[in-house]
């Protein structure tokens, strides 16, 4: 069973592990090329764009795919949307794994908002020392905030426009709460900016802010496709990839 897993996430490196030491499971896992130095998926890997959705579909038949598990980051929703389109339109299997977000708990500050746009109105009536972890794309968006200074951090520099008083940390995770706590308070941060990512790497920032007693404002994640089938651990993803190749 020739399987196309879209990847950049821990859950899809996991899933090629697993797969990669079963008979009869044939994977190839690809990633975008955004960061410079990828955690990289046992197996077969390619690197790079498609092509948008006419060449994710061409690409998929041209390598004889059977199924396909998007085990992309819950931001990366272009990705999520062209795999759907390109599934469906081939009548391939579709699994997506999104692990689940957080949720919010005693003691917490949390402002949701639907999108970065909304976080930037946020941000500028809450704060002044800004403690940005949305990873390296959408930092352009809080460019405009000249008032505020912003810790930022990513695994690799952002690119586009920054807010004009900042400091860049460069770090990939996982972290630990009290790190976390001595960041901030060494930075004087006074509001935390995320996206919903969950999982356990990067929610060390949560509890740090929630002792500190500080507002987090949390982006929530873009909707997938309707219809689209859902789970959110490696497990049921597994469970699902043998049950569409044993049928
Ligand atoms: P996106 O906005 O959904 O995708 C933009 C374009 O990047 C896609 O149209 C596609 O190019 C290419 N692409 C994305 N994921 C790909 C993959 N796994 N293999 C091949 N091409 C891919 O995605 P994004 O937010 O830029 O994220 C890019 C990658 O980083 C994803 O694989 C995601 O799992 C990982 N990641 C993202 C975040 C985040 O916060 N967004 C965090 C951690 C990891 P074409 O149209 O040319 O095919």
């Given amino acids: 069973m020739k399987t196309l897993i879209l990847g950049g996430t821990r859950e899809a490196r996991e899933i090629a592990h697993i797969a990669s030491g079963e008979r009869g499971f044939d ?9 410079r130095d990828p955690l990289l998926p046992e197996g077969p890997v ?15 038949v041209d390598n004889e795919i059977a199924g396909v598990i998007d085990a992309t980051h819950p931001f990366a929703g272009t990705i999520s949307a ?23 708990q005693p003691g917490d500050r949390w402002i949701r908002v639907p999108d970065l746009d909304a976080a930037v109105q946020e941000v500028a009536q ?11 794309q959408g930092v352009a968006a809080f460019a ?10 990513a695994i690799d520099p952002p690119t586009g426009a920054l807010p004009p008083h900042h400091e860049l940390l460069l770090a990939r995770g996982p ?33 740090a802010a929630r002792s500190a007693g500080l507002p987090v404002v949390v982006v929530d994640r873009p909707e997938l496709p309707p219809g689209a089938v859902v789970v959110e651990t490696v497990d049921a993803a597994w469970t699902w990839l043998r049950a569409i190749a044993s049928r």
């Fill in 144 to 153: 405009g905030l000249t008032r505020q200074w912003f810790l930022i951090r």
């Fill in 46 to 60: 390619r690197i790079g764009g498609f092509g948008g959705g006419e060449g994710l579909r061409k690409w998929l």
């Fill in 126 to 136: 809450l704060g002044e020392r800004v403690f940005l972890t949305i990873g390296r």
């Fill in 175 to 207: 972290f630990s709460p009290a790190d976390e706590q001595r960041l901030m308070a060494r930075h004087g941060i006074d509001v935390l900016v995320t996206k919903d990512s969950g999982g356990d790497q990067t929610a060390a920032k949560l509890d």
């Fill in 27 to 35: 994977i190839i896992s690809s990633l975008a090329g955004r960061v």
């Fill in 82 to 104: 062209n795999a759907a389109g390109a599934a469906a339109d081939l009548g391939l299997p579709i699994l997506h794994v999104r692990r689940t977000g957080w949720s919010e």
